[in-house]
């Protein structure tokens, strides 16, 4: 389905903004926000294209491993992560390279408008342009890439448990500093109960 | 006006080198992880544009485009868990930490 032109251009802005905040904002929640803002409009772009399912697969995916990663960055011990402005510090030798790919790719791309393509995938290959739906693709079509994908998914969840667990050597070392704190805790507050003591005058002891 | 597969591409190439400038300029492993995620996205882009702005059926192109998200995902997830264990092991977020790691 041929998008609707104004809708399209409107989307390609609101993504080309979103991408600029979520690559340049020196605040790392911002840009967070602005990088879930890019997938929900390309989500958009897919419905407003008719591809209904993938929209679908591209707000789920995204937003569940987005959605666990937040859960997880809310863990007192990754508080200093994320808290304070970064400001990109490397302006001076990204901008010229980005500017300069980007000049390359959209002005040919611009310039040599749609004459370039050759045409649909489908027409490429009629075998799979018969007016199948994306899930009987996946199902029927290419239960190959279905499978592999299935197994990403598996083998990055159990990728990440492993990471994302605390090993035996940090478990030990938190106990250490947790003891640690406990003790200096103490510490300070006898050392303050000593000093109020001395502040005290002679005559006020009952 | 017609909106034709370069209009995709150009919309993919834009989004492509705003991801380039937030690898390369970004010194906060969550912001190049973010940024890596915008390089992957753009592909998607082109190929829905590939796929979608000419008539017919283009649901072996989605398929391309589902996996391709499926991945970029996967890998960007694993990317946020070791930069979380990089964290937890040294204290530093910067990329420059990952330059002292040994072994």
Same mark, same amino acid.
């Given at each position: 389905?041929?998008?609707?032109?104004?809708?399209?251009?409107?989307?390609?802005?609101?993504?080309?903004?979103?991408?600029?905040?979520?690559?340049?904002?020196?605040?790392?929640?911002?840009?967070?926000?602005?990088?879930?803002?890019?997938?929900?409009?390309?989500?958009?772009?897919?419905?407003?294209?008719?591809?209904?399912?993938?929209?679908?697969?591209?707000?789920?995916?995204?937003?569940?491993?987005?959605?666990?990663?937040?859960?997880?960055?809310?863990?007192?011990?990754?508080?200093?992560?994320?808290?304070?402005?970064?400001?990109?510090?490397?302006?001076?030798?990204?901008?010229?390279?980005?500017?300069?790919?980007?000049?390359?790719?959209?002005?040919?791309?611009?310039?040599?408008?749609?004459?370039?393509?050759?045409?649909?995938?489908?027409?490429?290959?009629?075998?799979?342009?018969?007016?199948?739906?994306?899930?009987?693709?996946?199902?029927?079509?290419?239960?190959?890439?279905?499978?592999?994908?299935?197994?990403?998914?598996?083998?990055?969840?159990?990728?990440?448990?492993?990471?994302?667990?605390?090993?035996?050597?940090?478990?030990?070392?938190?106990?250490?500093?947790?003891?640690?704190?406990?003790?200096?805790?103490?510490?300070?507050?006898?050392?303050?109960?000593?000093?109020?003591?001395?502040?005290?005058?002679?005559?006020?002891?009952? | 006006?017609?909106?034709?597969?370069?209009?995709?591409?150009?919309?993919?190439?834009?989004?492509?080198?705003?991801?380039?400038?937030?690898?390369?300029?970004?010194?906060?492993?969550?912001? #190049? =992880?973010?940024? %890596?995620?915008? @390089?992957?996205? !753009?592909?998607?882009?082109?190929?829905?544009?590939? /796929?979608?702005?000419? $008539?017919?059926?283009?649901?072996?192109?989605?398929?391309?485009?589902?996996?391709?998200?499926? #991945? =970029?995902?996967? %890998?960007?997830? @694993?990317?946020? !868990?070791?930069?979380?264990?990089?964290?937890?092991? /040294?204290?530093?977020? $910067?990329?420059?930490?990952?330059?002292?790691?040994?072994?």
């Amino acid at each position: 389905m041929t998008p609707n032109a104004v809708a399209f251009y409107a989307i390609a802005v609101l993504i080309v903004l979103a991408a600029g905040a979520a690559a340049g904002l020196p605040s790392l929640r911002r840009a967070g926000y602005a990088g879930a803002a890019v997938i929900v409009l390309m989500a958009v772009l897919e419905l407003i294209s008719g591809a209904y399912a993938l929209a679908v697969v591209q707000l789920v995916v995204p937003g569940v491993a987005a959605g666990v990663v937040v859960l997880v960055l809310r863990r007192d011990i990754y508080r200093g992560l994320v808290t304070g402005p970064v400001l990109p510090e490397r302006f001076w030798i990204a901008a010229p390279i980005a500017i300069g790919t980007a000049a390359v790719l959209v002005i040919t791309l611009a310039v040599v408008g749609n004459g370039w393509y050759p045409g649909n995938l489908g027409v490429l290959l009629p075998a799979y342009h018969n007016g199948a739906s994306l899930v009987t693709v996946l199902h029927y079509r290419t239960p190959y890439a279905l499978a592999i994908g299935v197994v990403v998914v598996v083998v990055t969840i159990g990728a990440a448990l492993v990471i994302g667990r605390p090993s035996a050597d940090e478990q030990t070392l938190d106990q250490m500093l947790e003891q640690r704190r406990q003790r200096e805790d103490l510490a300070r507050r006898r050392r303050q109960d000593r000093e109020q003591g001395r502040r005290r005058p002679a005559g006020n002891d009952s | 006006m017609n909106v034709g597969p370069g209009q995709f591409a150009v919309l993919s190439a834009a989004v492509f080198a705003i991801g380039i400038y937030g690898v390369l300029a970004r010194h906060h492993p969550l912001g #190049v =992880a973010m940024s %890596i995620g915008l @390089l992957f996205a !753009a592909p998607v882009i082109a190929i829905v544009g590939f /796929t979608h702005a000419v $008539d017919g059926p283009p649901a072996f192109g989605d398929a391309v485009a589902a996996f391709a998200i499926v #991945v =970029a995902s996967c %890998i960007c997830s @694993l990317g946020f !868990a070791l930069i979380m264990l990089l964290w937890r092991r /040294t204290g530093r977020a $910067d990329i420059d930490a990952l330059g002292d790691l040994e072994g």
